[in-house]
């Protein structure tokens, strides 16, 4: 008889190096073995936003500067409206009385004075 004998024996060693190493100020990232995802917003976007903001912040001034500057226009105009209609209101007021005065003196001082003659003649 015949017999045969046949074995097979494999190995895998892997090493994995998980040091980091950063230098002035760097970031260093160890994934472990994993996926790494980096979110890196570069400082320029700050100073962007920042700009951005405070002109946002200068126009929302300006408006509201230019909504008072409105809002006290309309309202100095509405008095000087209101002073002149009060003015020219008093005036038309004298002179309708001046001229219920002079209406007086012109018919009621002759009639006083008809009146007078006519009580005499009796």
């Known amino acids: 008889m015949v017999s045969s004998s046949k074995s097979a024996q494999s190995t895998t060693t892997q090493t994995t190096d998980n040091r980091m190493i950063s230098d002035n100020g760097a970031t260093s990232i160890n994934s472990g073995g994993g996926g790494v995802?980096?979110?890196?917003?570069?400082d320029e976007?700050?100073?962007?936003?920042?700009?951005?903001?405070?002109?946002?912040?200068?126009a929302s001034d300006t408006a509201v500067n230019a909504t008072t500057d409105f809002a006290n226009n309309a309202l100095s105009s509405a008095v000087h409206a209101i002073q002149q209609s009060a003015q020219d209101s008093l005036a038309m007021a004298r002179t309708e009385s001046a001229q219920l005065g002079d209406k007086i003196v012109k018919i009621g001082?002759?009639?006083?004075v008809i009146v007078f003659l006519v009580s005499k003649m009796k």
């Not at 995802?37 to 570069?42: D, S, W």
């Not at 100073?47 to 200068?58: C, D, E, I, P, S």
């Open 37 to 42: 995802a980096i979110n890196y917003v570069p």
């Open 45 to 58: 976007a700050f100073q962007l936003a920042q700009t951005a903001l405070a002109n946002m912040a200068g």
């Open 109 to 112: 001082i002759p009639a006083a």
